[in-house]
């Protein structure tokens, strides 16, 4: 496949994702899950086809936690945690098929190397940031599976846990609000963490770079 070709089926699945996320919003989507809640397993199923398919919507992670916490309440954590793991999966696995050598993929990978691939990826995912921008952003820059997985998982704690506990609180999952569950003490707290992730191997980074110049 040549290189005009790749970007022509590039451009054509994302017009696809675009639309795809215009035609189907997570509130639409939070309504027609509501019936289900009401079977644990069914939920589970349901829960599980959902974060397979929810990267080509772009659907925020949050939506999972949201609904196992309205179906299983504080202990549908783990399960939402586990489903947010994997519905980071295939956004990881196409950013790192589809890398090649550049500047983004070279900077992603000093990174990586001066910070670790489980605290770059754990810091990144306590970030305020889209998921699949960090699934990515860590596939680009070669993170390994192994790391990848473990840590999103230690970083999206969190995140799944104010979604659980918003869940859990709702009378009914029509008067769901995903931007309701972003604490801002939430927010300020697992961003401070990220910033003391990064802060040590940014600054050698730079360092580094000013002493080769």
Do not use: K, N
């Amino acid at each position: 496949m040549d290189r005009r070709t790749r970007l022509v089926a590039g451009a054509g699945l994302l017009s696809l994702v675009a639309v795809l996320a215009w035609a189907s919003s997570p509130s639409w989507v939070i309504g027609r899950l509501a019936w289900v809640a009401a079977d644990p397993l069914r939920l589970t199923a349901t829960l599980a086809v959902v974060a397979i398919v929810r990267p080509l919507f772009a659907w925020p992670t949050t939506l999972l936690a949201v609904v196992a916490g309205y179906g299983l309440g504080l202990a549908g954590f783990p399960l939402a945690l586990g489903l947010v793991v994997l519905t980071s999966l295939p956004p990881y696995w196409l950013a790192g098929r589809g890398v090649g050598e550049g500047r983004v993929a070279a900077a992603g990978e000093r990174l990586v190397a001066e910070t670790g691939a489980l605290r770059s990826v754990a810091g990144s995912r306590l970030l305020p940031l889209p998921s699949d921008v960090v699934s990515a952003g860590a596939g680009v820059a070669g993170v390994g599976p192994g790391a990848f997985a473990l840590g999103t998982a230690v970083g999206e704690v969190p995140w799944v846990a104010v979604g659980v506990l918003a869940g859990d609180s709702l009378g009914t999952l029509r008067t769901a609000s995903l931007s309701a569950v972003m604490d801002p003490r939430v927010v300020g707290g697992a961003s401070l963490l990220a910033v003391l992730a990064f802060a040590g191997p940014a600054y050698r980074l730079l360092a580094s770079r000013s002493v080769e110049q």
